[in-house]
């Protein structure tokens, strides 16, 4: 039988073992968890320069559409948000109205759609918007003060204002189809009001403008989708960079390690037939990045930390994941600035986000991708479960500043291409071609599966069904299309 000394000594030894076991145990956890905190804390750069990171607010990326001004005689012109107005912006003057309009209103309540575009028909002004946005966090967000009850009144898509009914702001939701009126009851203050925008309406028809019709009342077809009779610009073709290749590994896992929580010690790293690399951890994460230079990350929800956002919260989740994810920099080279293009409500069990699109412009015109989308990003409370990256950066040589030139005019585009886009759509006839229109505008374009890295100035035209084609500004030739995938 074994000695009660001896087995107080191995009591003993066991718990100087026990111990020593669990402060090494405390110290390999202590060295783990501080190197995902530094990593955590190290955004990646994606482009590696020295320059300061601008990190935008996100009401600057926020902007109209376009903003649509009635002469109240079938004439119209579209006006972009930062084209000068007097000593301001066209943007600037809107809201301007808008809070005085606000600030001296008595109620709100709902209109029908045709009380809505009857008055809208007349000399009016309207600020057009690509997505909804909360009445109330833009009033709060843009500090306007206001003491009516907006009742029912919960998001908007477009403001206007109309010479044929003074005394109201008119607010409508594309996305419900539905229409309010926010109502200055004070006959004089209403009258001053109109007298404003009346005012503000008669100098930009005064003013040198481009003037846009309907469709139908240029090719005589039931259409109305607006098009320019003309347009002059400046631009020219720009050689641009992908922001990375993968061809230099180290770099690649910099920016893949930038996505995941521990860097890419726990995460699987495949090179897949077509060149591109997917990075893996579990199945809750993944990250492909592509050889011409694109991103696409993606995250499962995780419902036990949800935690519902606003709209302009939610914003600024997604600009703070761009920041610390790539950068804003790149964005804002050689004349171009991001706006935010689209913003749509998106559902998962458990919770509700929204999936936010960026897009560029160049001095004033849109670049469009006849593929995918430059920035995009998925937050869902305090969670970004999905980020989109492919941007071609600008080359510094590029000039932009040259000698203005006049392009085709857009109704000679639908004239000279009608049977192409005919065989392409299943169309036998010019009207039946002209009906089908949906937007035609003068922008910049990145065709990524011809010349990927340019970016050059074309006509778009999109046509129901969701088919777009795209022509020389200058000959009206046809130099693309691309169809709607069908599921």
């Avoid at 206001?146 to 998001?155: A, E, I, P």
């Avoid at 022509?471 to 130099?479: A, I, Y």
Wanted: hydrophobic residues 35%.
């Amino acid at each position: 039988m074994m000695s009660d000394k001896r087995k107080i000594f191995i009591e003993r030894i066991k718990n100087v073992l026990i111990v020593v076991l669990f402060l090494t145990t405390v110290l390999l956890l202590s060295f783990f968890w501080k190197d995902i905190s530094l990593r955590d804390l190290s955004p990646i750069n994606i482009i590696e320069d020295s320059v300061n990171s601008y990190i935008p607010e996100p009401n600057d990326l926020i902007q109209p559409r376009n903003i649509l001004f009635s002469f109240g005689s079938d004439t119209y012109t579209l006006k972009k948000g930062k084209e000068a107005f007097e000593d301001t912006t066209v943007t600037d003057k809107m809201m301007e109205l808008m809070r005085k309009y606000i600030g001296e209103a008595s109620y709100a309540e709902q209109i029908q759609a045709e009380q809505y575009e009857e008055v809208m028909s007349y000399a009016s002004v309207n600020m057009r918007f690509d997505y909804s946005i909360p009445v109330e966090e833009f009033i709060k967000e843009n500090d306007i003060s206001y003491s009516v009850n907006l009742g029912d009144l919960t998001n908007f898509t477009s403001i206007g204002f109309s010479t044929a009914s003074t005394e109201n702001l008119f607010i409508r939701d594309r996305n419900t189809d539905t229409y309010y009126r926010i109502i200055v009851d004070d006959t004089s203050v209403s009258t001053e009001l109109g007298e404003e925008v009346s005012a503000f309406i008669k100098s930009v028809e005064s003013s040198e403008y481009i003037p846009y019709y309907y469709i139908a009342d240029i090719v005589g077809v039931e259409n109305d989708a607006l098009m320019p009779l003309f347009m002059s610009s400046n631009l020219t073709e720009m050689k641009g960079t992908q922001e990375f290749s993968i061809s230099d590994q180290a770099k690649a896992n910099r920016i893949a390690s930038g996505f995941f929580a521990s860097g890419l010690d726990f995460v699987r790293k495949i090179t897949e037939n077509k060149g591109s690399l997917l990075y893996m951890y579990g199945s809750s994460q993944s990250l492909i990045m592509e050889e011409n230079g694109k991103i696409k990350y993606s995250e499962n929800f995780d419902p036990s930390v949800y935690n519902q956002r606003g709209f302009y919260d939610s914003l600024e989740k997604a600009v703070e994941y761009v920041s610390s994810h790539g950068k804003w920099n790149s964005l804002y080279s050689n004349g171009c600035r991001p706006y935010l293009k689209a913003a749509d409500r998106i559902l998962n069990s458990g919770g509700s986000g929204y999936h936010f699109v960026f897009g560029l412009e160049n001095n004033g015109v849109s670049i469009e991708y006849t593929e995918g989308e430059i920035l995009s990003v998925d937050v869902c409370g305090q969670q970004v479960t999905a980020y989109e990256r492919d941007i071609v950066i600008m080359s510094e040589e590029a000039d932009q500043s040259g000698e203005m030139w006049e392009s085709i005019e857009p109704v000679n585009i639908l004239t000279e291409n009608y049977a192409k886009i005919g065989q392409i759509i299943g169309t036998t006839t010019f009207e039946e071609m002209a009906a089908k229109v949906e937007s035609i505008k003068f922008c910049c374009i990145r065709d990524k599966q011809n010349d990927s890295l340019t970016i050059k100035p074309v006509w778009l035209m999109t046509v129901s069904g969701d088919c777009r084609f795209w022509f020389d500004p200058e000959t009206g030739e046809l130099l693309g299309y691309l169809r709607a995938e069908v599921n």
